[in-house]
């Protein structure tokens, strides 16, 4: 069996397997895809001590730093269930079953998408989902943000500051956000608030020009210029495939202590897919380190 073995190819995912080798134990990774939400990402201009860099480059050398290392890499492969005994057991959908004395759960998260012409074709293109990593590029912009709940609105509140203005659509009558938030919103000048419309497409020829949206109270059908768009409805943890196994929250994300750990010995989770507040490079590959160390005082302990 491994000592250690990581499941998730992403940055939480590769600085656990960094750190764990590093402590010469028998190191095993599952990474499906190498490099997770990297790899859809254009520009990177906060990982610190890196002024600019793309998410390509950034996950080839997330890749050669991991291969620097002892760590048995099983690539394109998905996990599908986990069993905890004395050992854990992790199965792969190709039917294989391996065998580790801890494991750290790294199999990140997805934004969920609108579904709507559009939004894929211009992904990176005046489409983004990440308020902190892409805000920046839409100084003195008009953007829009999708989704009225609390990311929503936290995203339109944090692009009100360097936008020119901001306008927030919400499918539903009202905004769902805290209170505390909605008052903080309607202080700005910048912003306005479309309630009760639904998106329709995302318009653009080689980057976003605009949306079409639907008034759910008139039935009217409506278009308006815009530099960008933020999606906000919602970032979905990869945790499906651990069923009641693990605690996790109302919304999936697995519940992880300071040390990483879950709630069944020698579990331990990190980055996007856990309860962490923010969800950003930095702070999964931190959590990834935190959850190595946190594996490896468990594993000398037992
Ligand atoms: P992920 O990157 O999601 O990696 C998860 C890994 O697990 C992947 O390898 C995946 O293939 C694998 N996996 C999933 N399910 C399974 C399974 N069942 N079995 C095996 N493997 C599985 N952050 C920043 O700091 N700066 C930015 O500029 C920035 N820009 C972004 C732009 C976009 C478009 C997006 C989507 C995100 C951006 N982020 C940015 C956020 C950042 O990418 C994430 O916070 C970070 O990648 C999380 O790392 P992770 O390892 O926890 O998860």
Redesign the pocket.
């Known amino acids: 069996p491994y000592d250690v073995l990581v ?7 590769a600085s656990a397997a960094i750190y764990a080798a590093r402590k010469g134990i028998r190191t095993g990774m ?9 790899l ?2 254009l520009g ?4 610190i001590s890196v002024k600019y860099t793309e998410g390509p480059t950034f996950a080839a050398r997330l890749e050669e730093h991991v291969r620097h290392y002892d760590v048995d890499i099983i690539p394109a ?3 599908k269930q986990l069993r905890k005994g004395e050992l854990a057991e992790v199965e792969l959908e190709n039917g294989a079953v391996l065998r580790s004395k801890a494991v750290i759960i ?4 997805r ?1 969920r998408t609108l579904g709507v012409p559009g939004e894929a074709e211009f992904k990176n293109k005046g489409v983004a ?2 308020p902190h ?1 892409d805000g920046p590029l839409f100084q003195g912009k008009h953007v829009a943000v999708i989704g009225g709940g609390n990311s929503g609105i936290e995203a339109a509140i944090d692009l009100a500051g360097l936008a020119r203005h901001v306008t927030v659509l919400e499918f539903l009558p009202e905004l769902k956000a805290d209170d505390v938030l909605q008052k903080r919103l309607f202080s700005l000048a910048n912003v306005t608030v479309l309630t009760h419309v639904e998106t329709k497409e995302i318009t653009g020829t080689d980057k976003v020009d605009g949306i079409t949206y639907l008034d759910r109270s008139s039935g009217e059908t409506k278009h308006m210029d815009l530099d960008g768009v933020f999606v906000q409805i919602g970032l979905v943890p ?1 945790t499906e ?1 651990l069923g009641g196994v693990v605690e996790r929250t109302r919304i999936g994300e697995i519940v992880v202590d300071s040390r990483g750990a879950t709630n069944i010995p020698g579990v331990f989770a ?4 856990t309860n962490a507040p923010y ?4 702070i ?1 590959m931190g959590s990834g380190a935190t959850a190595a160390l946190g594996a490896f005082d468990h594993l000398i302990r037992s």
Request: proline share 2%; net charge negative; hydrophobic share 35%.
């Open positions: 499941v998730g190819g992403g940055p939480a995912g599952i990474a499906e895809r190498f490099g997770g939400q990297v859809d990402t990177i201009e906060n990982f492969q998905r996990a790294a199999t990140g998260a934004w989902y990440c990593c990869n495939w990190a980055g996007d897919c969800k950003q490079i930095i999964s």
